[in-house]
């Protein structure tokens, strides 16, 4: 029986509720184009070099890496990032083809747009191509080159294009029987860069006792040190000249008793009561990138017991994975993943937005945008490569193979017997880059917009399209694009920025200034708070701009909410402007939006446990003294308006409708000037707390 049904005085130290601490709002998620790392999935990344770590840098038909740059350049951090691309279409080759092996009739021809790279697959051999054109009346797709000789024309071939990984299964020592497959961590062309080299891992050799208690289960040893449970073992048995060579697997060892028992009996061929001698070899992979070794796995195996179980082991690597397709091992040598390609050609609007009404609640099942749509953390929304450049697709020409004869070589494959020479290789095909028409863009990011409003607590960063081709964006221009929008969650950033390309110091390249933006948000907000408007400080990692306006242009785009970057001598690249787009002058400004944001977020997180409480007048009382705390170390921190905090806020606590379980809490704050107020309604109906803004006008009298 419980101690608290005994009659008697029972005491209990309940912990009071926690107080109210401050919420971040800074913390943005960027949709975006980027070399490598997972698709539609978020990741938080807490700097720039996580970022690289996970998605890689920077290449011409993304823009992720530039954002997040600019991001963390600013002071930017943690921030989301979500990388998107086409997802993978499969096809055939359809009937007889043409015999000048540049142009094939296919089954279908989704996702074969012009600069899109396609892998073409035939009986183990394994191409990439670029598309450069598509008929869909003939169903006919031009490739970049003519198809290589082993591809037979007489034969089926399969395509897929969009993202796709890396991939090459390894081969045992016969030459014929699958052992490894490998493939890149995740999608892209950069796979085609990596390469594996396997190798000898761990000798351990040792001979068996046949004077001692055995047999085909068990055997003892002279020494087991260094011999683990999932070690394959090599036994060589030679009996007047006719030598036994057969292979076992260790299931467990026994160092007291110096025995190794086996997963299975040992082969009739070897005589357990005769010498034979015990070699145990495990392999080594090393991951090479361009021809440098970027990571080394030694001692793995490929038996499941083992502890160091290739892909038990792998999954830590930020390059490969690996799967173990047969009993035999790899036999050693070095090899090129192929099959990669980045899926940014095909990149749809769908493909960076998703569907957030039809995958709500679906973890993993949404894409772009909608992968994102149950974070709470995120109050940024910004998709840079939405308004990208068209860029060109390219092939990049393969490192050189090393000379054998250079003395500095390093050899990563030393000791296996061959030569360390990579396979014969093409070139890497790079595709061409993400280009929305006008009109898509505006369309989502009129989507963009409706998304942070449902979400309410989120402000969404709107980039310019691209200026048409030679020439720069006028005012007129951006005026007619602003004019699209109107919402007080919409936040325009113009001109783009240029920066200098990190791998090539006489190139610079022109990106959209949504990435530096919000790194500017999180400064501020680190700096004081929400309430600090982001402007009027200047860009680090920016050295020019698109388009040059005047100070007559900055009046007319201030005066629409249009937020531009300006040269300012002696400061450089300065944010001077902080609007939103929204039609009611009470969200005029972005510190103003966010600040309610920061105040709702706070008090949602922070008055979850009142749901269920007994509503009285203790709760009331406990209410009314938290919010006046944060309130008030609002007010102090400058971001309320008064004189003191009697004129800053006020609160009213509604516990009249009790009997039927609901508590309303109105609260009034002054955000601009003294006396004008923005109500936040919170109210507990049954087991729910709601939380809404009403804009009017509540009387100021402090705390009540």
């Given at each position: 029986?419980?101690?608290?049904?005994?009659?008697?005085?029972?005491?209990?130290?309940?912990?009071?509720?926690?107080?109210?601490?401050?919420?971040?709002?800074?913390?943005?998620?960027?949709?975006?184009?980027?070399?490598?790392?997972?698709?539609?999935?978020?990741?938080?990344?807490?700097?720039?070099?996580?970022?690289?770590?996970?998605?890689?840098?920077?290449?011409?038909?993304?823009?992720?890496?530039?954002?997040?740059?600019?991001?963390?350049?600013?002071?930017?951090?943690?921030?989301?990032?979500?990388?998107?691309?086409?997802?993978?279409?499969?096809?055939?080759?359809?009937?007889?083809?043409?015999?000048?092996?540049?142009?094939?009739?296919?089954?279908?021809?989704?996702?074969?747009?012009?600069?899109?790279?396609?892998?073409?697959?035939?009986?183990?051999?394994?191409?990439?191509?670029?598309?450069?054109?598509?008929?869909?009346?003939?169903?006919?797709?031009?490739?970049?080159?003519?198809?290589?000789?082993?591809?037979?024309?007489?034969?089926?071939?399969?395509?897929?294009?969009?993202?796709?990984?890396?991939?090459?299964?390894?081969?045992?020592?016969?030459?014929?029987?699958?052992?490894?497959?490998?493939?890149?961590?995740?999608?892209?062309?950069?796979?085609?860069?990596?390469?594996?080299?396997?190798?000898?891992?761990?000798?351990?050799?040792?001979?068996?006792?046949?004077?001692?208690?055995?047999?085909?289960?068990?055997?003892?040893?002279?020494?087991?040190?260094?011999?683990?449970?999932?070690?394959?073992?090599?036994?060589?048995?030679?009996?007047?000249?006719?030598?036994?060579?057969?292979?076992?697997?260790?299931?467990?060892?026994?160092?007291?008793?110096?025995?190794?028992?086996?997963?299975?009996?040992?082969?009739?061929?070897?005589?357990?009561?005769?010498?034979?001698?015990?070699?145990?070899?495990?392999?080594?992979?090393?991951?090479?990138?361009?021809?440098?070794?970027?990571?080394?796995?030694?001692?793995?195996?490929?038996?499941?017991?083992?502890?160091?179980?290739?892909?038990?082991?792998?999954?830590?690597?930020?390059?490969?994975?690996?799967?173990?397709?047969?009993?035999?091992?790899?036999?050693?040598?070095?090899?090129?993943?192929?099959?990669?390609?980045?899926?940014?050609?095909?990149?749809?609007?769908?493909?960076?937005?998703?569907?957030?009404?039809?995958?709500?609640?679906?973890?993993?099942?949404?894409?772009?945008?909608?992968?994102?749509?149950?974070?709470?953390?995120?109050?940024?929304?910004?998709?840079?490569?939405?308004?990208?450049?068209?860029?060109?697709?390219?092939?990049?020409?393969?490192?050189?193979?090393?000379?054998?004869?250079?003395?500095?070589?390093?050899?990563?494959?030393?000791?296996?017997?061959?030569?360390?020479?990579?396979?014969?290789?093409?070139?890497?095909?790079?595709?061409?880059?993400?280009?929305?028409?006008?009109?898509?863009?505006?369309?989502?990011?009129?989507?963009?917009?409706?998304?942070?409003?449902?979400?309410?607590?989120?402000?969404?960063?709107?980039?310019?399209?691209?200026?048409?081709?030679?020439?720069?964006?006028?005012?007129?221009?951006?005026?007619?694009?602003?004019?699209?929008?109107?919402?007080?969650?919409?936040?325009?950033?113009?001109?783009?920025?240029?920066?200098?390309?990190?791998?090539?110091?006489?190139?610079?390249?022109?990106?959209?200034?949504?990435?530096?933006?919000?790194?500017?948000?999180?400064?501020?907000?680190?700096?004081?708070?929400?309430?600090?408007?982001?402007?009027?400080?200047?860009?680090?990692?920016?050295?020019?701009?698109?388009?040059?306006?005047?100070?007559?242009?900055?009046?007319?785009?201030?005066?629409?909410?249009?937020?531009?970057?300006?040269?300012?001598?002696?400061?450089?690249?300065?944010?001077?402007?902080?609007?939103?787009?929204?039609?009611?002058?009470?969200?005029?400004?972005?510190?103003?939006?966010?600040?309610?944001?920061?105040?709702?977020?706070?008090l949602r997180h922070h008055l979850g446990w009142v749901v269920f409480e007994p509503i009285d007048t203790q709760l009331a009382t406990l209410l009314a003294a938290q919010i006046a705390t944060l309130l008030t170390d609002v007010y102090e921190a400058g971001g309320l308006a008064g004189t003191g905090p009697e004129e800053a806020f006020a609160l009213a606590v509604d516990t009249s409708q009790a009997a039927v379980g609901q508590l309303s809490i109105m609260v009034g704050v002054a955000l601009a000037r003294p006396s004008e107020f923005v109500t936040v309604r919170v109210s507990r109906t049954d087991n729910r707390l709601d939380l809404t803004e009403e804009p009017r006008l509540v009387v100021a009298g402090g705390a009540a």
């Amino acid at each position: 029986m419980s101690a608290d049904r005994a009659p008697g005085v029972i005491i209990e130290f309940v912990d009071p509720p926690p107080a109210i601490a401050p919420t971040r709002v800074d913390v943005p998620v960027i949709i975006c184009v980027a070399e490598r790392g997972p698709l539609h999935a978020p990741v938080r990344c807490g700097s720039w070099s996580e970022f690289r770590r996970v998605f890689g840098g920077f290449v011409p038909n993304g823009l992720g890496a530039y954002a997040a740059k600019g991001f963390f350049e600013q002071g930017g951090g943690p921030g989301w990032f979500v990388r998107v691309a086409a997802p993978e279409r499969l096809t055939s080759s359809l009937g007889a083809q043409p015999t000048d092996r540049r142009r094939s009739v296919l089954a279908d021809l989704a996702g074969l747009v012009p600069g899109a790279a396609a892998t073409l697959t035939q009986a183990g051999v394994r191409r990439s191509y670029l598309v450069t054109a598509a008929d869909p009346v003939t169903a006919t797709v031009t490739w970049d080159r003519p198809l290589h000789p082993d591809l037979d024309l007489t034969l089926g071939f399969d395509i897929a294009t969009g993202a796709g990984t890396a991939t090459r299964n390894l081969l045992a020592a016969d030459g014929v029987t699958p052992a490894l497959s490998v493939w890149a961590s995740g999608p892209g062309s950069w796979g085609d860069r990596i390469e594996v080299a396997l190798s000898p891992g761990r000798r351990v050799t040792t001979v068996n006792r046949p004077d001692q208690p055995g047999g085909p289960d068990v055997t003892t040893v002279l020494g087991t040190a260094g011999i683990e449970p999932g070690d394959r073992v090599r036994l060589s048995q030679d009996l007047a000249g006719t030598v036994t060579v057969v292979e076992a697997v260790v299931a467990a060892v026994d160092p007291a008793r110096r025995t190794l028992t086996w997963t299975a009996p040992l082969p009739a061929g070897l005589d357990a009561n005769q010498p034979f001698a015990l070699e145990v070899a495990t392999i080594s992979l090393a991951v090479l990138l361009d021809g440098a070794t970027i990571e080394v796995w030694p001692d793995l195996s490929t038996d499941p017991i083992h502890p160091r179980y290739a892909p038990a082991l792998l999954v830590r690597s930020d390059h490969v994975r690996v799967e173990v397709l047969g009993a035999q091992p790899p036999a050693p040598g070095r090899w090129r993943l192929s099959g990669g390609r980045d899926g940014t050609a095909g990149l749809s609007v769908a493909d960076v937005l998703g569907d957030e009404l039809l995958t709500a609640g679906v973890p993993g099942a949404g894409l772009g945008l909608a992968a994102a749509l149950d974070l709470d953390e995120p109050a940024v929304v910004a998709i840079p490569d939405l308004v990208a450049e068209p860029t060109p697709p390219r092939m990049v020409l393969p490192p050189p193979v090393p000379d054998p004869c250079d003395p500095c070589r390093h050899d990563v494959s030393a000791g296996m017997g061959t030569e360390s020479v990579p396979d014969p290789i093409e070139a890497v095909v790079v595709e061409a880059g993400p280009g929305f028409a006008y009109e898509d863009i505006v369309a989502a990011q009129t989507l963009l917009i409706e998304s942070c409003l449902r979400h309410t607590e989120r402000i969404a960063l709107l980039d310019p399209p691209p200026a048409p081709a030679g020439r720069s964006w006028s005012l007129t221009d951006l005026l007619a694009w602003s004019a699209r929008f109107s919402a007080e969650c919409a936040v325009t950033v113009a001109p783009w920025l240029t920066v200098i390309e990190p791998a090539d110091s006489t190139a610079v390249r022109r990106i959209p200034a949504s990435g530096h933006y919000a790194g500017l948000i999180a400064q501020c907000d680190a700096a004081a708070g929400p309430w600090l408007s982001p402007a009027n400080r200047t860009l680090a990692w920016a050295h020019g701009l698109t388009a040059t306006l005047s100070d007559d242009d900055h009046a007319r785009a201030n005066t629409v909410g249009l937020n531009l970057i300006r040269p300012l001598p002696g400061r450089s690249l300065v944010p001077m402007g902080a609007r939103t787009l929204a039609p009611d002058p009470m969200w005029l400004f972005v510190a103003v939006r966010r600040t309610m944001i920061f105040l709702r977020r706070t008090l949602r997180h922070h008055l979850g446990w009142v749901v269920f409480e007994p509503i009285d007048t203790q709760l009331a009382t406990l209410l009314a003294a938290q919010i006046a705390t944060l309130l008030t170390d609002v007010y102090e921190a400058g971001g309320l308006a008064g004189t003191g905090p009697e004129e800053a806020f006020a609160l009213a606590v509604d516990t009249s409708q009790a009997a039927v379980g609901q508590l309303s809490i109105m609260v009034g704050v002054a955000l601009a000037r003294p006396s004008e107020f923005v109500t936040v309604r919170v109210s507990r109906t049954d087991n729910r707390l709601d939380l809404t803004e009403e804009p009017r006008l509540v009387v100021a009298g402090g705390a009540a």
